[in-house]
Every structure is written in structure tokens, then in C-alpha cells.
């Protein structure tokens, strides 16, 4: 099993959709996870931190179920401007030498459409 | 806008040669990561530098190699590249090198390799 695995998408909604994309990891000892939202071209951008059971900023909610080792992001509303790529990051945790190593997922494409 | 400013934007070479990418960090900020982004893939973590000091290394050959400079910003050689080197190379930094915190990505860098 991958460390983080991510189902690509597309995923092809119309506005005002609510949609949820999974994010699962292999490491049951996982403490806390990210959600990153990153644009065709441009950089990624941190969207919610999650270090609990779950985290929720206006139209975003992320979740995380533990016993099945995912995290989830649901987008309410989808409006045209969340058209972009959203990577799902667990850090491990860190190796004898005390250091984190980030596994970033492949990222699951949202296409939102009038 | 993040703060984090990469050089140059985008450098064509060819099998063989040596390229250095360049990285400085958000103010306040003392760890750079290093990111090589494939098309279609998740950015995956080539390493970590807290203090100057190397803090983490993913899966990548010793011909990736780099170094941070005491004001924090860092650079990223690849030696005797080769076609699969070809990727956006994205650098983040943050504060503290022994715990996940936000990262802050620059814009990258994207070599192609001929």
C-alpha cells in the first residue's frame, strides 16, 4: 500500500454541488494531515490543517476517520473558483534522526462547471 | 503572495550538465524543503534543510545535493542530469525543522531537460 494515496479525478461538478474527495495513509501512528489546494501551474497553498477529528472553515470540511486510516475534504457549494488540484500531506513519524519527511499525495483534480 | 521567491523560473539544459536552482525563505523562517513536482504527480520531498543543516532526505541519488545559507535561503544542484529530472522543483519554507508546520511554496522553478 502507497503511503498516501489520492484518486485522481477528475471529478466534473456543477456549481453549487457539494463533492468529497478521500485521502488514505498507511501510517496508523499519523498524528496530523493537510490538505493543500494547488492551481493548474502555480504553486501549492496550504487549505486546512487537520489534527484531530476534523476541521471546518466556511464551505470546507475536513474529516479524518482513523480506524479506516483516511482523511476526507468535502466542499459545499462548489463554486467555478475551486476548479484546481487538492493534495492531501501526511507526515510521517520522524526517522532516529528526528526529522520529518512529508508524503504528499497525487492530488485529486476538481473540475466545477456552470 | 507567500514571500518565497525562487531563480529562475524556468532553465532548459541538456543530459549531462548541472543545474543550481535557488531559494529564498519567508522572512522569520528558518527551514527550506526542496520538491520535485512530475506532471500529473503529487510533489515528492528530495529534502529538508534546518539551520543549515540537512534535516530529511526522500528517496532521491546523491547527485541531488544542497545547502542553506546562514540568512536561511538555500540552493538546490543536481549533477549529471538526466530526461527524468525534467519537473517543476518547488522549495517551501517554514519555521522549525523538527515538526510539520505550514509551509509557504515559492513559485518553482521548471527545468526541462533535452
Known amino acids: 500500500r502507497k503511503e498516501v494515496e489520492q484518486d485522481p479525478g477528475p471529478f466534473n461538478v456543477p456549481e453549487g454541488a457539494t463533492v468529497a474527495f478521500n485521502c488514505t495513509y498507511s501510517?496508523?501512528?499519523?498524528?496530523?494531515f493537510f490538505w493543500y489546494r494547488q492551481d493548474c501551474r502555480k504553486e501549492p497553498k496550504l487549505l486546512m490543517s487537520?489534527?484531530?477529528s476534523g476541521n471546518e472553515d466556511g464551505r470546507f470540511t475536513a474529516q479524518l476517520n482513523r480506524a479506516s486510516q483516511y482523511i476526507s475534504l468535502l466542499i459545499r457549494d462548489s463554486k467555478l473558483s475551486d476548479s484546481a488540484t487538492y493534495l492531501c500531506?501526511?507526515?510521517?513519524?520522524?526517522?532516529?534522526?528526528?526529522?520529518?519527511?512529508?508524503?504528499f499525495g497525487r492530488g485529486t483534480s476538481l473540475i466545477v462547471h456552470p | 503572495e507567500t514571500g518565497v521567491t525562487q531563480s529562475p523560473t524556468h532553465l532548459i539544459k541538456t543530459r549531462g550538465q548541472q543545474v543550481t536552482l535557488r531559494c529564498s525563505s519567508q522572512?522569520?523562517?528558518?527551514?527550506v524543503s526542496w520538491y520535485q513536482q512530475a506532471l500529473g504527480q503529487g510533489p515528492q520531498f528530495i529534502f529538508q534543510?534546518?539551520?543549515?543543516?540537512?534535516?530529511g532526505r526522500g528517496n532521491f541519488p546523491p547527485r541531488f545535493s544542497g545547502l542553506q545559507f546562514p540568512n536561511y535561503s538555500s540552493e538546490l544542484n543536481v549533477n549529471a542530469l538526466e530526461l527524468d529530472d525534467s519537473a517543476l522543483y518547488l522549495c517551501?519554507?517554514?519555521?522549525?525543522?523538527?515538526?510539520?508546520?505550514?509551509?509557504?511554496f515559492g513559485p518553482g522553478t521548471r527545468l526541462t531537460v533535452l
Open positions: 500531506v501526511v507526515p510521517p513519524l520522524p526517522s532516529s534522526g528526528g526529522s520529518y519527511i512529508p508524503t
Open positions: 487537520v489534527y484531530s
Open positions: 534543510y534546518y539551520r543549515e543543516e540537512e534535516n
Open positions: 501510517n496508523s501512528a499519523s498524528q496530523s
Open positions: 522572512s522569520g523562517h528558518n527551514t
Open positions: 517551501a519554507s517554514s519555521l522549525g525543522g523538527h515538526s510539520y508546520n505550514e509551509q509557504f
